[in-house]
C-alpha cells in the first residue's frame, strides 16, 4: 500500500484482552457486584434494572431474564432512551444521565482505571510504532490503553478528526502541518468530560449572588487530576468538543467514593 494513503483500522475489545482488561460481559458482572453496595440515589440502579428485568418480559416475551443474563449493552440503550425522551419526566436526574446510566458509566471507568497497566506492555507499544500519519484508528473500548501506548511510543495522535488553523462563519482550514495518527472512540471514554452543563450552572448561581463555585468532581479539583483542554486552537464556537476536558490522573478521579462523582 502506499505509504501516503490512510489506513483505518477498526480494534474491538479484544484488543485489550493482553492488558488483562474485562470485555463487556465481564465488566457487568462486576458493576452488578459493585451495585451492592450503594445508598441513596445512587441505589436507583437496582429499580432501573427490575424496570428494564420488566420491559423486555412485557414486551418481548423474556420470562426468564435476570440481572446475571442481561444484556448490558441492550440494557445501556434502554436507559439512554428512557433518559432521552425524558420518559420520567420531573424525576429525570440530570442532563448526563438518570441515576442508573451515571452509576453504570462511573462503575466501568472505575473498574477500567484500576485495571490499567502502569507500564504500558510492550505489544500495544510495538502496535502504536507501526501506525503512521493519518491513519485512523476507529475503537469501541471505552479504557486508555491505546492513547497510553502512542504516549510511550513518542507517536503523536489526535482524538478527534480534524485540527484547524483557522475559521470562520462559514468554514475552516485544516492544518496538516503535524501529520498525527487519528483515534475515534466510537462508544466514549473514561477520561473526558463535558463541562457545558457546569458552566451554567455556575453561571445561573452567580445570577443569584452565589459567588462560591458548587462542588464537582472534575472541574473543582482540575490541578490535582491534571484536567486539561481538548480543544487549545481555532475551533467554531459551537463545537461540540469545544467544552470538552480530558483528565489526565483517572485513577485519582475514579477511586472517590461513589457518591461524589459523576460521569
Request: hydrophobic residues 35%; proline residues 5%.
Amino acid at each position: 500500500m502506499d505509504d501516503e494513503l490512510s489506513r483505518i483500522i477498526v480494534l474491538g475489545a479484544g484488543f485489550s484482552r493482553a492488558a488483562a482488561l474485562p470485555i463487556a460481559s465481564e465488566l457487568w458482572s462486576e458493576v452488578r457486584e459493585r451495585t451492592r453496595a450503594l445508598s441513596d440515589r445512587a441505589a436507583k440502579f437496582h429499580s432501573d434494572l427490575r424496570e428494564y428485568i420488566e420491559y423486555k418480559h412485557r414486551c418481548d416475551g423474556e420470562s426468564d431474564l435476570s440481572p446475571e443474563t442481561v444484556d448490558f449493552e441492550d440494557f445501556m440503550r434502554f436507559l439512554d432512551i428512557q433518559h432521552f425522551l425524558e420518559l420520567r419526566g420531573s424525576d429525570t436526574w440530570s442532563v448526563d444521565g438518570n441515576e442508573g446510566t451515571i452509576v453504570v458509566k462511573t462503575l466501568i471507568g472505575q473498574i477500567l482505571a484500576e485495571r490499567m497497566p502502569v507500564t504500558v506492555p510492550e505489544l500495544y507499544v510495538e502496535f502504536a510504532r507501526k501506525l503512521r500519519p493519518n491513519d485512523y484508528v476507529l475503537t469501541f473500548n471505552y479504557d486508555v490503553l491505546l492513547e497510553n501506548a502512542l504516549d510511550a511510543a513518542g507517536i503523536p495522535f489526535r482524538l478527534f478528526p480534524d485540527r484547524y488553523s483557522e475559521v470562520s462563519e462559514y468554514g475552516a482550514t485544516s492544518d496538516d502541518s503535524n501529520p498525527e495518527v487519528v483515534v475515534l472512540k466510537l462508544h466514549g471514554l473514561i477520561d473526558w468530560f463535558d463541562r457545558t452543563s457546569y458552566a451554567q450552572f455556575q453561571a445561573e448561581r452567580k445570577r443569584h449572588g452565589l459567588r462560591k463555585p458548587s462542588e464537582h468532581p472534575v472541574f473543582s479539583t482540575v490541578r490535582e487530576l491534571g484536567v486539561t483542554k481538548l480543544l487549545d486552537w481555532p475551533r467554531h464556537h459551537d463545537d461540540p468538543l469545544g467544552e470538552m476536558y480530558r483528565v489526565k490522573d483517572i485513577k485519582a478521579l475514579y477511586c472517590r467514593d461513589m457518591k461524589r462523582g459523576r460521569s
